[in-house]
Each structure stands twice: as structure tokens, then as C-alpha cells.
């Protein structure tokens, strides 16, 4: 019988594995349907762990999507550590989903979201442990449709021997119909296989299906001409953009896990997309444009979610949240109504801006101040002017001590290195902001007692952003930079000794960048690397440079190019990239020219302010900016949980 | 100058009580941190008016005794919560189990009795029953005997400070054999000492002394927690409480 329980199964191995509990599913607001009751059995996967996973937002979601359909069942799957994948092997245990303990084996489609490309050894892994083939090709019309969505899969080719479609962009509708048509195929009793499933897969908008399209490489090792090898498939596949975001609000019942994750809050995404045109920012590129929820759709999701959840804190979420047009009412209204009930608001990493700080002020009116995190990304005002995150010196030590002046006492800076056009001296130049800050921050808090941390890493090159076509920074070269910064903090103890350096190191970024802009011939190493036992490679104790680069070096090696042909070499306008074919609404056209600003420093304008700069998304996808103010405000209500203080 | 809170302190104390909670099927897999996660949102979802700590960070009051091991369920899980606007027991047990996942079950909720002492001092030992799938009577009877006949069994057992060996023998009050459904069951008093001797350590102390090795992973379930008497006998934890409580009806009854 499909769809049945492995739980007996797996219960004795549980016994013997660290944090159990991350297996045994029954989550506040979990779900498990019958398996009889619906058409299309979905599995959802993130492919890291569970304390990673669970509080993905793109997942839970489409759990709930899908759950609220009477056809559709969606049930949860995660990467499994190797201790337990070591007794499921030895015992015959095969991937199971967290809710049902089904066999992923047994649903029709198990959708895998990359949030990140490190995550693709665990792809293959969970394949092997599900018992799915690993290669597309080898699968017949009993296995699961394997559908890649989330950021990664705007380029899914070095993952295109594995997976069976790509989804680009939002998935809150393209899981409709993907179901629909899933659906429609088995009750017509799945005519002309699997391929014939895919092929109408492939005329969902939004659905790309690799093995309709054929690659070819030139003598230099670039792509030659990637073709259609059907005439009833697009050829150029675009991205979904779900407009009216308050028509969508999920999670409406967010999943609260039993075990500790990485986000012990819940998260109300405030607007989707952003237009500021940071050029590193693959994520402000392939959302365009921006979609705001408002003022009183936040607000009731926030109370929606508090009541389903018991959680004290909520996250404001979006790319770039002080940009929504009624945040600073949002703060204070969101502040009135939760004020005296334990219960506490808080914003992701900010622009350097003033107006964050008081937007800071609000959130946390009576709590503690302790830490506040601002993203320069970059060092220098030239540098940041390459990345387009414009803000000056003068201004950001002033924003940073008004932090500190108003009882802060931690500030957080996130940088990048290894960006185009980078110098010794763009880094160097960290270390100068850096004490500048806590000097004016002692004599702004007149105490000792600040504290400024800098967190860096090396900056990854992605597909559809301005510098998809930029070398990538050697290891080497980002561990120097590392390094002399390191030095330049420690060089005055008295005030080094409040600066935290944080920092990674630039091995994996170099990986991470080989799975980001490589090709159709990357999937090979990432075989290799598996079957060497690769996997968790977003983990520091799990990586490993030399598995990479062995492998790298001999799969490679038969088609002419290498390692550093996909990461720290420079493109040239016309080369075909491997993601060409899908689109992500940028004309690449514009992309180009955004780079050549980027190269003489020049800056861009956000669209929101400012008139239309045509990067092609609007109307390539029939999408327009939805941004208030909407003038309504938030009614105060009698807010869950906690005693009044 | 650090900040401080605005506004007045946190309003006290003004009752507490007394929960005894059971973790039940696959939650016996959750550690003592997940299920204080849990009961602290189940408690803002209940809507339970708790006292709150002073400061910027403010914390619920709530007092956790020893739990069960990540693995083992237990029926007798107990914690002591401090409200700031009195309640009625039986109505914040419904409303904290309501709350709660089906495999945690809010068992018994009384009021402290002031003047009776602390729980913690009413809690020594616990009775555990330990099923052993794959094991006969037939087996585990001579082992449970040759372990009671040892003065003392040392295990070396996992702590914070590296491997240790431990007395496993000491801390065993009683110990017998029996079966049920051609499953052998452990059941045993165990008093509860520093460092900790649990069902595992005892499984580990029967492997020493009669090779007693189970095939499948055991199943331990903590039946219930109190002091040990001469005789003997775990007591009622909660009894204090339900006399003073019997006597303050009582006298109400004779005005």
C-alpha cells in the first residue's frame, strides 16, 4: 500500500540518533490528510536540516497552499543528518516525509526549494535514500516529478540531470497548476508516460523542463546555442510574480517546531521584491517589482499568526523593510497595540539610515536595545558606489552613533569582500569605519560599554543580477583581505577591543560560486562530490574544499575548462550564459549597461521615486509597482498572550 | 546611563500551581529545552495570565523539576507556574492541554498550598516501568536477580565532565521482572541521585553483570515521581496540597 506510515520502522532507529525530535513531525499547526482523499500527493523538501528548514517561509507557504486544496495533500521532508541516514540505509528505511512518515517514493511530486546552491549534495542524497533515481532519465511514470524552485533555480542547470522541472519566481500559483495538470494526467490514466507529463508540464508558464532543451559548447568551452528539442515548449521560460500580495496571506497558520531552529520568531513578509538595485543582490533582481502588503494586511496577519502560534516575537520581513511606504505608521501603530505584552517586534538587517534607528526606537519603545545591524555591504564610498548601496562615510558614522545615543549598545555591520573592482585598501577601509564608530559612539553613549561587530564575507558573483559577468576573488585573494583587516582592527587595542570581527573564509564562496554560474557540466562534479560522500556542505564541519576541487578538477577536465574558468573568470558581453534562456524579466541589455556603470562607479536610482529605467520586468511580465501609502491605519484590538505589565 | 524599563514593576505573584503533565508516543523524543519551549507558547496561547520576571527581558515564572531523558515518556512530568491573576486549576488544565499537542496531556493541575513546603522537596525517586521488545521473562528475571544481589554495579556513563563511572546498584530502590504479551517489562524504583542513574544506566548495569543484551531499543516510561517511604512506597506529590485544600473546604463546611 503507498502513502503508509513508516513510523514503526523508524521509531527503534530514533532511538539511537542525536535530537530525534526533528523527525517525528506533529508540529503546532502540522497537517496530515488522508492519502486516499487526495488526487496529487506533494513532498516538500528543504534540503538542509530541519533546524534550518522548518522556518523557511517559501515552504511553509506552499504546504499551506496546497493543503487547502481537497485534491492536493502536502506533506514535509528534510535533509537527514548522516547518523540517522546511516541506520535508514543499514535498516531499509527510505526518506520519509516529517508529517505522514510516508516514503517520498510514494507522492507524485516532491518539490525541492534552494535557497542556496550548497544545498545540492543534499539533493542527491535524499534521492538516493527515497530510493528515486538520481539521473531525470532514468526515472519512469511510478516516480515523483522532482521540481526545483526558490532563488537557485533561476539557474538550475548544474542540478539539470537530477531535477525534472525548474519553477521560476513565486510559487503560490504555479503549484495550483502544476497540480492541476498533474491531476488531469493520472485521472486520464496517465496517458503516454512520463515525457508526456512533461511536456505539459513545460507549457505551464513558469515551468522549465531541461530535457526539452539541448546545450552545445564551443571550442573555447562557452555555450554555443541552447535549443528547443520540441516545437511545443517555450523558447525562452519565464518567472511567475504573484500581484496582490494581500490576496495571499500565508502562512496564515505558521508551523511551530517542538525543536530549537534557526528563527525562534515568526515572520510576516511586509513586500516582496526591491527595486534600490544593489548590483550583488540576485534576490533584488529576480523579484522585481515591488509588491507591498498593506498596512492592514500586516496587521492582521501579525495578529492572525500570534494567536496560532504563542511565539513572543514577530519579524517585519522583506528585502529592505524600512522602504515600505507606511512602515514608520506601521512601527508606531504595531508598537501601540502590542505594548505591555512581552510581545516584541523587530526588522532584519537595515540600510544605514537614520530613519532606522527610529524605526528601531518604536519596535523595541520599552524593551531592551541591544543589538541593531546595519548592511554598507561595501567599505569604501567608491565601492559602494560599484555595488550601488550609496551611502557616505560621514553618514554612516552618524547613523551608527544616533544608535548608540539612544541606548544601543551593539551595532552589527554586514560587509562584502571580493567585489568587482575591489582594492586592499576598499577593505581597509572597514576597519577605519569601524573605530570611527565606537569613538564617537563612547562619546555619544558617554560610556565605554559599546560594542560594534563586523561581520564579512566573499561576495558570491549570481546569475540575472549586473554581475553575473564579473570574475569571482580567489580564495586566496579574499583570505588576504581577511586578513590585513584583521590586523588593521587589532592595531589600537584600546579600541579594537570593541570591534568583533566575524568573517568565512573564501573556499566555499568559491564553490558556491562554481554551483551559481556554472552549467549542464557542473553536475558531474556535484555527482562525484556525493558519491565521495559530500553533503551539508553549508556546514563548516561537512565541507570540504579538497572534495570539491578534486573532483572539479578530474570531471571537468574532459570538457576543457575548469574550476576557475566558472569563478574567477570575467564574461564577455556576448557570451551565451547558461541561464539565458530563462527569464527573469532583466534585459540582459540592461544588465550589461548596469554593469559598465558599476565599472565607472555610477549609480541607479530606485524606480519606486524615481521615473522608469526600463530593466524590462514590468513589461516583459504584464507586472506593475504596488506600493502605497494606502492611508487606512490599524484599529487597536485586544492582542493575545501575556499578562499586561 | 543604562536604560531602564518604563513604568511600573510587573505586577506579583498572586497564585500558583501545580501541573503534572505526561509526554506520550513520538514526544517522548523531545528533550527537556523543546518541551519548555513548548509549554511557554502553549501557555501564551491559553491565554494563562502569568507572572512575569522584572527587566528588560522579561521571563514567565515558571519552575521545571527534573525531567524524563530525551527517549523516555513518563506519565509524571511535573511544573510549578506563577500567575498574576488568580485562576481556576481545572480550568487552566483544559485550557493549557487544549493547547498543547495531543501527545502531551495536562494531566492534574492543583494550588500550591502555602505553608506546605516546595514540590521539589516532595520529589525523591521515580517508579519506572521499562519495556524490553525482543527479551522473555525468561531472561531478564535471573539478570534482575544477579544485578539486586550486587552491593554495587558501576557504569560508565556520559556527563558534562567526559565518561564517568557511576553506581548504578545503589540507586535502585526495588527492582522485579515480569511479562506481558511475550514482552518483558523492567519495573523499578530508582531514587533520583547526583549524577542521575536512569533506565539506561540500569540496562547498562544488567548487560555488565548477566550479559542481558536487548535486540530492539527499549521503551521506558516513567509511571510516577515522589518521595520513597519506609515502605517502600512513592507518594502522591500533589497530597499535601489536596489535604490543605480538603481542610480549607472543610472548614468552610463547619462556618
Known amino acids: 500500500m503507498t502513502g503508509e506510515s513508516l513510523y514503526p520502522r523508524l521509531e527503534p532507529l530514533l532511538a539511537q540518533i542525536q535530537k530525534p525530535i526533528q523527525y517525528v513531525g506533529g508540529e503546532l499547526n502540522a497537517q496530515v490528510k488522508p492519502w486516499d482523499a487526495a488526487a496529487v500527493h506533494w513532498a516538500l523538501m528543504y534540503p538542509d536540516a530541519y533546524e534550518v528548514g522548518l522556518p523557511n517561509q517559501g515552504l511553509m507557504i506552499l504546504y499551506e497552499v496546497l493543503n487547502e486544496r481537497p485534491d492536493a495533500l502536502a506533506e514535509r521532508t528534510y535533509a537527514v543528518w548522516p547518523d540517522l541516514a546511516g541506520l535508514m540505509r543499514a535498516n531499509g528505511v527510505p526518506q520519509f516525509t516529517v508529517d505522514g512518515h510516508r516514503a517520498v517514493r510514494d507522492f507524485d511530486l516532491l518539490g525541492v526549494s534552494f535557497a542556496t546552491e550548497l544545498g545540492y549534495t543534499n539533493l542527491l542524497e535524499a534521492l538516493d535514500l527515497a530510493g528515486i533515481p538520481l539521473h531525470a532519465v532514468d526515472r519512469d511514470e511510478t516516480h515523483p516529478v522532482v521540481v526545483a524552485g526558490g532563488h537557485a533555480a533561476f539557474n538550475p542547470e548544474p542540478v539539470s540531470d537530477f531535477v525534472d522541472c525548474a519553477v521560476l519566481g513565486d510559487g503560490e500559483q504555479v503549484v495550483g497548476d502544476i497540480t492541476d495538470v498533474v491531476s488531469a494526467w493520472k485521472a486520464q490514466g496517465r496517458p503516454g508516460g512520463r515525457v508526456e507529463l512533461l511536456s505539459r508540464l513545460a507549457r505551464v508558464d513558469g515551468v522549465y523542463v531541461p530535457r526539452f532543451y539541448a546545450v552545445s559548447y564551443g571550442s573555447d568551452g562557452a555555450i554555443a546555442a541552447v535549443t528547443r528539442t520540441r516545437d511545443d515548449v517555450p523558447a525562452r521560460v519565464g518567472k511567475r510574480t504573484v500581484m496582490d500580495l494581500d490576496e495571499w496571506p500565508y502562512p496564515k497558520q505558521p508551523l511551530v517546531p517542538l525543536a530549537e531552529s534557526v528563527h525562534e520568531r515568526m515572520s510576516v513578509e511586509i513586500f516582496r521584491g526591491c527595486t534600490r538595485g544593489c548590483r550583488f543582490c540576485q534576490a533584488g533582481m529576480i523579484t522585481r517589482p515591488v509588491r507591498e502588503r498593506t498596512i492592514t494586511g500586516i496587521g492582521s496577519m501579525v495578529d492572525a499568526g500570534l494567536r496560532a502560534t504563542g511565539y513572543e516575537e514577530v519579524g517585519l520581513l522583506s528585502l529592505s523593510s524600512a522602504d515600505h511606504s507606511e512602515i514608520g505608521q506601521l512601527a508606531k501603530e504595531l508598537a501601540d497595540r502590542y505594548e505591555g505584552t512581552n510581545t516584541s517586534l523587530s526588522l532584519p538587517s537595515t540600510r544605514v539610515d537614520a530613519f532606522n534607528v527610529t524605526l528601531a526606537n518604536e519596535l523595541s519603545r520599552n524593551g531592551r536595545r541591544s543589538g541593531l545591524t546595519f548592511a554598507p555591504e561595501g567599505g569604501s564610498e567608491r565601492i559602494r558606489r560599484v555595488i550601488n548601496k550609496t551611502v557616505s562615510k560621514e553618514d554612516l558614522v552618524r547613523t551608527v552613533t544616533t544608535a548608540y545615543a539612544n541606548g544601543w549598545r551593539q551595532v552589527k555591520l554586514y560587509f562584502m569582500c571580493g567585489l568587482p573592482t575591489e582594492t586592499d585598501e576598499d577593505v581597509l577601509e572597514i576597519a577605519d569605519l569601524a573605530v570611527e564608530v565606537i569613538r564617537a559612539g563612547r562619546e555619544a553613549s558617554g560610556s565605554k560599554d559599546v560594542r560594534c561587530t563586523v561581520s564579512i564575507g566573499g561576495f558570491v558573483p549570481k546569475p540575472h543580477t549586473p554581475f553575473q559577468w564579473a570574475a569571482q576573488a580567489s580564495a586566496e585573494t579574499i583570505d588576504h583581505r581577511l586578513r590585513v583587516l584583521r590586523q588593521a582592527i587589532n592595531a589600537d587595542r584600546r579600541i579594537g577591543r570593541s570591534i568583533g570581527l566575524r568573517y568565512h573564509d573564501g573556499k566555499p564562496g568559491v564553490i558556491e560560486g562554481l554551483l551559481s554560474r556554472g552549467d549542464r557540466r557542473v553536475g558531474r562534479v556535484i555527482e562525484r562530490v556525493w558519491r565521495d560522500g559530500g553533503k551539508f556542505d553549508g556546514w563548516s564541519e561537512h565541507f570540504s574544499y579538497d572534495r570539491w576541487t578534486t573532483a572539479a578538477a578530474e570531471e571537468l577536465a574532459p570538457f576543457g575548462v575548469d574550476l576557475d574558468w566558472f569563478t574567477t573568470r570575467e564574461r564577455t558581453e556576448h557570451e551565451i550564459l547558461p541561464w539565458d534562456h530563462l527569464d527573469s524579466g532583466l534585459d540582459k541589455e540592461w544588465l550589461w549597461d548596469d554593469w559598465q556603470d558599476s565599472l565607472s562607479e555610477e549609480e541607479v536610482a530606485d524606480c519606486r521615486w524615481t521615473p522608469c529605467y526600463d530593466c524590462g520586468v514590468c513589461p516583459t511580465n504584464g507586472t506593475e509597482i504596488q506600493i502605497g501609502p494606502t492611508g487606512r491605519s490599524l484599529i487597536p484590538l485586544t492582542p493575545v498572550a501575556g499578562a499586561p505589565r | ?255
Not at chain 2, 492541554?97 to 506546605?116: F, R, S, W
Not at chain 2, 533506565?199 to 548487560?207: E, R, S
Not at chain 2, 550479559?211 to 500533589?238: E, H, I, K, N
Request: hydrophobic letters at 45%; a neutral charge; aromatic letters at 4%.
Open chain 2, 1 to 255: 546611563m543604562a536604560r531602564q524599563p518604563d513604568g511600573p514593576p510587573p505586577p506579583p505573584t498572586v497564585q500558583k500551581l501545580r501541573i503534572r503533565y505526561a509526554k506520550r508516543g513520538r514526544l517522548r523524543f523531545a528533550s527537556h529545552r523543546d518541551l519548555a519551549r513548548t509549554l511557554e507558547r502553549a501557555l501564551r496561547r491559553a491565554q494563562v495570565p502569568m507572572a512575569f520576571s522584572a527587566g528588560f527581558s522579561p521571563h514567565p515564572k515558571i519552575s521545571y523539576l527534573g525531567a524524563a531523558p530525551t527517549g523516555a515518556a513518563s506519565e509524571a512530568e511535573y511544573v510549578e507556574i506563577g500567575l498574576s491573576d488568580r485562576r481556576e486549576p481545572e480550568a487552566v488544565r483544559a485550557a493549557l492541554d487544549a493547547a498543547l499537542p495531543a501527545d502531551i496531556a495536562v494531566l492534574e493541575c492543583v494550588e500550591a498550598a502555602e505553608g506546605t513546603g516546595s514540590l521539589a522537596d516532595r520529589i525523591d525517586s521515580s517508579v519506572w516501568r521499562v519495556e524490553l521488545p525482543g527479551v522473555t521473562l525468561a531472561e531478564l528475571a535471573p539478570a534482575v536477580a544477579a544485578f539486586l544481589e550486587r552491593d554495587v554495579v558501576e557504569v560508565a556513563k556520559r556527563t558534562k565532565n567526559g565518561l564517568r563511572d557511576v553506581d548504578a546498584r545503589a540507586a535502585v530502590a526495588s527492582a522485579s521482572a515480569a511479562e506481558e504479551a511475550g514482552c518483558a517489562i523492567l519495573d523499578m524504583v530508582v531514587r533520583q541521585v547526583t549524577p542521575a542513574v536512569r533506565p539506561d544506566d540500569v540496562l547498562a548495569a544488567l548487560a555488565a553483570v548477566a550479559d542481558l543484551r536487548p535486540p530492539l531499543p527499549p521503551r521506558a516510561v516513567r509511571a510516577a515521581q515522589g518521595r520513597l517511604d519506609d515502605s517502600g512506597t512513592v507518594a502522591d506529590p500533589f497530597g499535601p496540597d489536596r489535604a490543605a485544600r480538603t481542610r480549607c473546604q472543610g472548614e468552610h463546611a463547619a462556618v
